[in-house]
């Protein structure tokens, strides 16, 4: 692993040189973003550092954050999710072959940075079912809250079915619409009665049923049910104080979306979310480790599912406007 550190180093002295003005964001060697939009983070740092020494969540996932007014806070997680012979890998618990621990080391490759665009290849440990996939992630400056996403394997990969990438942290936001062509799916009542500490989940939607925006590409929504005063409440109990770090921190509520441009959308294309009704507790079976979500049921995994095939491309975006101007030209 040497070797991909020094490599890493090398290049955050040419971003550094790049990123200290205009537009683009750079903070100290793990934060990178644009201003007034998207910003993503490596571990072992923290794009919001909510507790001393912390280093911003599970290893193995980018941290995606959202900068305004100055305030960077941290939103949600993307998972890397390779399928192999009908086996599926998690990026964020799979263990690594450097120290056994949950989650892959992820590292910043070549980069390019340049007025109008920023791009970076984010490379990874290879997986035990033999994928060994790599990520180009791209920031363009006429679309700030919005992360490209492509996905490549390297040569001795193991042919993927499916290489899934995934927001995995709706349930902070309380994501509980789904903003679908013909409906809105409602958590709440998708999911309801069910109280579990575990993930749950019904069907998936087939690409054919997601909203087009003005040039015809697919996109599908999520918010929020909730005002923001009711978002951003936090339950005065004890349990819910020692677990503050689970409540809504922004000043501001968030849209969150993924779109696939209509030229690349195939009939593998699918939405899938799964839930939760209670926060997640690091893996704990014991139900006295979890929390409640305020309100019930929220959506946990986002996602768009598809067919692996090299240089595939998603785009994974935040805005902080109002749902109703969202929809209205789709």
């Known amino acids: 692993m040497r070797r991909y550190f020094l490599a890493f180093g090398l290049l955050l002295v040419f971003m550094n040189s790049r990123a200290q003005s205009g537009s683009?964001?750079?903070?100290?060697?793990?934060?990178?973003?644009?201003?007034n939009g998207i910003v993503v983070g490596f571990w072992p740092g923290a794009i919001e550092p909510v507790k001393q020494n912390s280093n911003g969540g599970p290893r193995g996932l980018l941290r995606i954050g959202y900068e305004y007014m100055g305030m960077i806070y941290h939103i949600n997680?993307?998972?890397?999710?390779?399928?192999?012979?009908?086996k599926m890998e998690f990026s964020e618990i799979s263990p690594s072959s450097v120290d056994g621990k949950w989650g892959k080391f992820m590292w910043l490759g070549d980069?390019?940075?340049?007025?109008?665009?920023?791009?970076?290849?984010?490379?990874?440990?290879?997986?035990?079912?033999?994928?060994?996939?790599?990520?180009?992630?791209?920031i363009c400056k006429d679309r700030p809250e919005e992360l490209c996403i492509e996905v490549f394997h390297h040569a001795d990969s193991q042919p993927m079915e499916r290489c899934g990438i995934t927001a995995t942290m709706g349930?902070?936001?309380?994501?509980?619409?789904?903003?679908?062509?013909?409906?809105?799916?409602?958590s709440r009542r998708l999911y309801d009665?069910?109280?579990?500490?575990?993930?749950?989940?019904?069907?998936?939607?087939?690409?054919?049923?997601?909203?087009?925006?003005?040039?015809?590409?697919?996109?599908?929504?999520?918010?929020?049910?909730?005002?923001?005063?009711?978002?951003?409440?936090?339950?005065?109990?004890?349990?819910?104080?020692?677990?503050?770090?689970?409540?809504?921190r922004p000043f501001y509520m968030l849209t969150q979306y993924w779109r696939k441009e209509k030229q690349r959308a195939g009939p593998s294309l699918q939405v899938r979310v799964n839930g939760r009704a209670t926060y997640w507790s690091g893996g704990s079976r014991d139900p006295r480790h979890y929390i409640a979500i305020p309100g019930g049921p929220s959506f946990e995994?986002?996602?768009?599912?598809?067919?692996?095939?090299?240089?595939?491309?998603?785009?994974?975006?935040?805005?902080?406007?109002?749902?109703?101007?969202?929809?209205?030209?789709?």
Not at 24 to 35: A, E, F, N
Not at 171 to 186: A, C, P, Q
Not at 320 to 327: F, G, Q, T
Request: aromatic share 14%; charged share 30%.
């Open 111 to 138: 980069s390019s940075i340049t007025d109008e665009k920023l791009s970076v290849n984010v490379y990874m440990e290879k997986f035990a079912n033999g994928a060994h996939p790599y990520l180009r992630l791209s």
């Open 193 to 248: 009665g069910y109280k579990g500490i575990d993930f749950v989940e019904k069907e998936a939607y087939a690409g054919e049923r997601m909203l087009r925006d003005k040039n015809g590409d697919l996109i599908v929504l999520a918010t929020p049910d909730e005002s923001f005063s009711e978002l951003a409440a936090w339950p005065q109990e004890e349990a819910y104080m020692r677990r503050w770090n689970w409540r809504y």
């Open 77 to 86: 997680y993307i998972a890397v999710e390779p399928v192999v012979n009908g």
């Open 301 to 330: 995994n986002f996602e768009l599912r598809e067919k692996y095939v090299p240089g595939q491309k998603i785009y994974f975006g935040m805005t902080r406007k109002p749902i109703a101007e969202l929809l209205s030209p789709l």
């Open 171 to 186: 349930n902070y936001s309380r994501l509980r619409k789904l903003y679908l062509k013909d409906t809105v799916i409602h």
């Open 24 to 35: 683009w964001l750079r903070r100290d060697s793990t934060v990178w973003g644009i201003r």
